[in-house]
């Protein structure tokens, strides 16, 4: 009788948890001003594109593109592997916090990354380049 009451509980807590992170999961996508303040009191600004996989960076008129996995864990823990190489592991790379406004901030030993809702016009303004979205 136990294995009948704890397994419902389990799975409750499971979809919970898979929810709450999808939520998270979907928030992140989206296109982002971020602004980045490290340890050593360095800032910078760039832009970032992330949907399912990938995120792709503007930084100093160059874009990288990271083809990256990720997965958030316990609501908080950014996860990140990439893609199609059997040699990455999943590695948590810090912690996010979500505000009110719609945006969120990735926190770790190095820095701390603020992420605020932009568009591809406020982009073209202050660049004045297209930007070149992910396909």
């Known amino acids: 009788m ?18 709450s992170n999808t939520d ?3 928030h992140i996508q989206g296109f982002w001003k971020v602004h980045q303040v490290q340890n050593n009191g360095e800032t910078n600004d760039m832009y970032v594109q992330i ?3 990938i995120l792709l960076y503007w930084y100093k008129d160059v874009n ?7 997965r958030i864990e316990d609501n908080e823990t950014l ?11 999943p590695t948590p790379i810090g912690k996010l916090s ?15 990354l ?14 004045g380049k297209e930007w070149q979205p992910i396909k």
Request: proline share 4%; charged share 25%.
């Open 24 to 26: 998270f999961h979907t």
């Open 51 to 53: 949907n399912d996989s």
């Open 98 to 112: 979500f505000d009110e406004s719609n945006g969120f901030t990735l926190t770790n030993e190095h820095q701390r």
């Open 2 to 19: 136990w294995r009948f009451i704890t397994l419902p509980a389990i799975v409750f807590c499971l979809l919970w948890t898979a929810c």
């Open 114 to 127: 603020e992420y605020r809702k932009s568009n591809y016009a406020e982009f073209k303004e202050e660049t």
């Open 64 to 70: 990288y593109i990271f083809p990256f996995q990720y």
């Open 79 to 89: 996860i990140v592997w990439l893609q199609n190489d059997p040699e990455s592991r």
